[in-house]
C-alpha cells in the first residue's frame, strides 16, 4: 500500500457521459499530480495541485477539469466521453522539500464504451 | 520543448545484465528518475539522479550526465519478476510534474 488511494480500481461508462476519479494523497503531502496512460502513450501530466490551488497544467482537455479540497484529496472530472479517453489515470502525491520522485496510487482503469 | 525517448522493447535471459538507455531534452533540468511499473499497476520509483555519475542500489544503477542529455538503467542478475516496463522520466524544476518517456517493455526469459 503506497498510502495513495485512488477510487474506483474500475469504471465503464457509456460515450457521452461524465465521470469523477478521486484521490487521497499520502498524509501530510501536499501535491497531487493527475496522469493518463493509454496503451499507445507513456504516462501523460494532465494537472498539478499544491495544496488546493492548480499549479501547473500539461496535456489536459478542456473536457476534463479538477480540483483539490480542504482535506487535500483531489477530484478529476472527466466530461463528454470518448472511446478515446479509455485509459488508466493515476495520481501521485508529493510533499515539500526532497519528497520528489512522488507515490502513485494504484490507478483507475477507465473504460469507455 | 520536451523529449525523452528511450527503447520501445528489449529481451534478455535470467541472470544476464541488461542496460535500458534513455536520451532526454528537456528545457530546464532538474534531475533525472527511472520507475519500474508491472502491467496495470502503478509505477514504482527506482532510482533518481541529479548530478552525473553513477547510483547504485543492489542489483539496480542508474547513470546520468547532464551534458550529453543522457541517462542509462543498469540491471544485473536478471529475475524473471524484472519483467516489466522501464520508465525514464525527467524533472525541469524541484516540486514539479514529471515527464515521462513511453516507456521501456523488459522480458526476461529462463
Known amino acids: 500500500d503506497s498510502g495513495v488511494t485512488q477510487t474506483p480500481k474500475h469504471l465503464i461508462t457509456a460515450t457521452g457521459q461524465r465521470v469523477t476519479l478521486r484521490c487521497s494523497p499520502r498524509?501530510?503531502?501536499?501535491?497531487v499530480y493527475w496522469y493518463q496512460q493509454s496503451l499507445d502513450q507513456g504516462l501523460q501530466f494532465l494537472i498539478h495541485y499544491y495544496n488546493g490551488e492548480e499549479r501547473a497544467k500539461g496535456n489536459i482537455l478542456e473536457r476534463f477539469s479538477a480540483q483539490q479540497f480542504p482535506d487535500l484529496h483531489s477530484e478529476l472530472n472527466l466530461s463528454s466521453l470518448e472511446l478515446g479517453d479509455s485509459a488508466l489515470y493515476f495520481c501521485a502525491s508529493s510533499g515539500a522539500g526532497t519528497d520528489l520522485k512522488g507515490t502513485f496510487g494504484s490507478g483507475t482503469r477507465l473504460t469507455v464504451v | 520543448g520536451q523529449n525523452i525517448d528511450q527503447p520501445t522493447e528489449m529481451t534478455a535471459t535470467e541472470g544476464a545484465i541488461v542496460q535500458i538507455n534513455c536520451t532526454y531534452q528537456?528545457?530546464?533540468?532538474?534531475?533525472l528518475f527511472w520507475y519500474q511499473q508491472h502491467a496495470g499497476e502503478a509505477p514504482t520509483f527506482l532510482s533518481y539522479n541529479v548530478l552525473d555519475g553513477l547510483e547504485e542500489k543492489g542489483r539496480f544503477s542508474s547513470f546520468l550526465s547532464r551534458s550529453k542529455g543522457y541517462s542509462y538503467l543498469l540491471l544485473k542478475e536478471l529475475q524473471m519478476k524484472d519483467s516489466a516496463s522501464y520508465l525514464c522520466a525527467a524533472s525541469h524544476q524541484a516540486g514539479t510534474a514529471l515527464i515521462f518517456g513511453k516507456g521501456t517493455t523488459l522480458s526476461v526469459s529462463s
Open positions: 528537456t528545457s530546464g533540468f532538474n534531475g
Open positions: 498524509s501530510g503531502d501536499l501535491s
